[in-house]
């Protein structure tokens, strides 16, 4: 019976990292983008080669601009996840993005989308919903989660792994919990560029 894998993605998170790793600064702003289903399947082919494992499900996780005052990055947002709604067993959550009292001078945040990530997380464990999640991000508050599922593992799952990106050029990070070591999937710049999507989801300009 194959392993259910379920893949929890950062969004904005693993992008930044993908552009941070393989582009040069200041690249378009499509640079970084990958196609949530085409990452999961990677993963899933990752996997230990004694061990049959399948997709089950992709779970993305976002920050969603005010439609009222981003109206053009609220649009490139919301065609880029009706895009991938349409995508084998994908999943969209997202939260709208908050906004200091001085933007645009200080940047809009995300609020509350890794807070939500976490809760899936530790819900699809405890659910058994999963016997293999595999979590893509390098934000550590995400790391009580995955200490809440390491410290459920049973004989032998539920399971938690991870996945970050592997620069050529310099450090690469990847989340880390003290005591027993998880796994990483470790993606190189010829797997990033194998999921990569290019489209520019933005709107034509008036």
């Known amino acids: 019976m194959s392993d259910r894998v379920v893949v929890f993605l950062d969004y904005q998170n693993v992008y930044m990292g993908a552009r941070g790793a393989f582009h040069p600064y200041g690249s378009q702003s499509q640079d970084g983008q990958v196609d949530p289903h085409r990452l999961g399947e990677l993963l899933v082919a990752k996997g230990p080669p004694d061990v049959d494992r399948e997709l089950s499900e992709v779970r993305v996780y976002r920050g969603q601009p005010d439609s009222a005052k ?12 009706q895009h991938w709604r349409t995508l084998p067993r994908t999943t969209v959550t997202t939260r ?6 001085d933007w645009p001078t200080e940047r809009e945040q995300e609020k509350g989308i ?3 990530l976490a809760i899936d997380v530790v819900a699809g464990a405890v659910r058994g919903d999963y016997d293999v999640g595999i979590l893509m991000s390098t934000d550590t508050d ?3 989660a995955l200490e809440f599922v390491r410290d459920l593992q049973g004989d032998p799952y539920p399971r938690c792994e991870v996945a970050a990106w592997s620069s050529p050029d310099g450090y690469s990070r990847r989340l880390s919990i003290s005591g027993r070591q998880i796994w990483c999937h470790w993606l ?3 797997e990033y560029r194998s999921v990569a999507d290019p489209t520019n989801y933005a709107p034509p300009r008036e």
């Open 70 to 81: 981003d109206p053009r990055g609220y649009a490139a947002n919301d065609r880029q996840c």
């Open 96 to 101: 709208t993005l908050r906004y200091p009292r």
């Open 114 to 116: 890794d807070v939500q």
């Open 142 to 144: 995400l790391k009580p």
């Open 188 to 190: 190189d710049e010829s």
